[in-house]
């Protein structure tokens, strides 16, 4: 994947964020999307048979406050200050000094305004940064929205970026080879472009609003290391957690500024986190090591295009000893085992499911790493529903389903739902699962995005329910005629054979036309 200094992007990879399997939830506020009037915005017409429930996203948020010491976060701070996620050192640290206007260009899809609108309120309450949303002239930060193509066309492996000095990708490319564009040259922000799909799924914009506008305002890098974080290359966190509230905070405090160098925010940023965090002064010392570049490019090559299925393996065992070389017991180490646990499920998964309690038990220990552990759920989970263990994977989901909520992830709490209706209907409980399926199906739009791949999605993890699986081996002459290719449809299933599977299968959920 390229990368350059000028720029830093969300990757399109492989991590823990993406699954093979990609209740009714307490502690999540829905939030109900409709068309959104203003210059800014065009909505999609939607067909008129599209039966599914309207877009379901999250009001309002309630990050956990760090709970480590202000010693180790100082200098956390200082690496995602101080040096690009290519390595390379920055000799000073800058931000925007003044006001900080934000303009949407191009297509705005349904969401994206709402959610962009929330961020910058969290930004103004928890972060105490003066921004705001303009509708018109020119914007300290420009959000242009543009087809995914244009984005992979311009740079190939990014989902989304920024970069500073231009709002166009027409001026992006005019200047990307001058230094105009380049971080090293900064010693102030005075204007950001960002590039944004407007054709992926309202959680894929979401959450690049989310991690370009924070780098935008502020850090430059991404860090392993850090457990609560979106500056991760992980991709476990998708929005602002309180860490990452407390990083902007402190970087747009008044004893800091644009062109100080990084001995100078050394010594200022203690008296800076006692202020904001006192509670940090408190806490003991206990920083993790950094993560060696050996480390990073197992990982790389493990998940990363380009490497073939023994290759991958290979790569990911590498981190595994590794990180147990290492002395790790963090959630690099977990991820590694993760890793391993993806590598192998398909042809022995029983191996799979150690390699998922190993993760387990180191991310079962701290509530930092709740989301992650969230994540491995998944796969613990439908292992018990594909042995037909209801009782079993309910007691793994039903304590994930607030986290999944509070992280404000649908892709994750619309496929801990449906794992949780296809375990009910193990259990006997039908009216329920029914109930929990439909209830999960605005959220899995959010998350997916396209109507179809909700529907597969659906089919997907329906088929791990033995019972349900055995309905599909009895109509699999009625997929194959429609030239699916496939007994179980996934998300590249047609979606002719995905709403004659959704039919079949009499699961509740509207197929097109219905």
């Not at 960002?194 to 914009?205: G, K, R």
């Not at 998940?303 to 981190?319: F, H, I, M, S």
């Not at 309690?357 to 491995?376: E, F, G, K, Q």
């Not at 929990?436 to 529907?455: E, I, K, N, P, T």
Request: aromatic share 6%.
């Amino acid at each position: 994947m390229r990368q350059g200094p000028a720029l830093t992007i969300r990757r399109l990879s492989l991590a823990l964020s993406t699954l093979i399997l990609a209740g009714h939830v307490t502690g999540c506020a829905p939030l109900v999307y409709g068309p959104e009037e203003g210059a800014e915005a065009t909505t999609r017409a939607q067909p008129a048979e599209a039966a599914l429930p309207p877009i379901k996203g999250f009001a309002g948020a309630s990050p956990r406050a760090p709970d480590r010491a202000n010693a180790d976060m100082a200098r956390d701070f200082l690496d995602l200050h101080f040096r690009l996620e290519s390595g390379r050192e920055l000799d000073v640290m800058t931000r925007f000094e003044g006001p900080i206007t934000v303009r949407v260009t191009g297509r705005a899809p349904v969401t994206l305004i709402p959610d962009l609108d929330a961020l910058l309120v969290r930004l103004r309450d928890e972060a105490g940064i003066d921004i705001r949303r303009v509708t018109r002239g020119p914007a300290s930060i420009t959000i242009a929205a543009v087809r995914s193509e244009e984005i992979a066309a311009t740079l190939p492996g990014a989902a989304c970026f920024v970069v500073p000095n231009v709002e166009s990708l027409a001026e992006y490319r005019r200047f990307r080879k001058s230094s105009r564009i380049a971080w090293s040259a900064l010693k102030v922000r005075e204007k950001m472009g960002i590039f944004i799909p407007d054709d992926a799924p309202p959680q894929e914009i979401r959450d690049c609003l989310h991690e370009e506008l924070a780098q935008a305002l502020g850090p430059l890098n991404d860090l392993y290391r850090l457990p609560d974080s979106i500056f991760n290359d992980d991709n476990v966190h998708t929005v602002l957690t309180g860490f990452d509230m407390l990083m902007l905070q402190a970087t747009y405090a008044p004893e800091l500024a644009s062109g100080m160098d990084r001995d100078t925010v050394a010594a200022a940023l203690p008296g800076v986190l006692s202020r904001l965090n006192p509670a940090g002064d408190r806490r003991r010392k206990d920083p993790l090591p950094a993560t060696p570049p050996e480390w990073m490019a197992f990982v790389q090559t493990a998940l990363g295009p380009g490497a073939d299925q023994e290759t991958r393996e290979e790569a990911a065992r590498n981190a595994a000893v590794l990180a147990q070389k290492l002395g790790w017991h963090d959630h690099r180490r977990a991820f590694a085992y993760y890793m391993m646990g993806r590598m192998t499920q398909l042809y022995d998964p029983e191996a799979a499911q150690a390699q998922y309690r190993a993760a387990l038990a180191i991310l079962n220990a701290s509530p930092d790493t709740a989301l992650h552990a969230a994540y491995v759920t998944t796969q613990t989970a439908a292992y018990a529903i594909s042995r037909g263990d209801g009782a079993g994977a309910l007691r793994q989901i039903r304590p994930q389903l607030k986290v999944a909520a509070q992280a404000q992830n649908g892709a994750l709490l619309s496929t801990l739902m449906l794992l949780e209706a296809e375990a009910l209907d193990l259990e006997g409980r039908p009216e329920k699962a029914r109930a929990v399926r439909l209830d999960s199906l605005g959220y899995a739009r959010y998350g997916f995005g396209d109507d179809g791949a909700v529907r597969a999605k659906v089919i997907e993890i329906a088929a791990l329910n033995p019972v349900r699986r055995q309905q599909m081996l009895e109509q699999s002459r009625a997929l194959t005629s429609l030239d699916t290719g496939r007994l179980v449809p996934g998300p590249e299933v047609t979606r002719t054979a995905t709403d004659r599977g959704l039919a079949q299968l009499d699961l509740d959920v509207p197929a097109a036309g219905r």
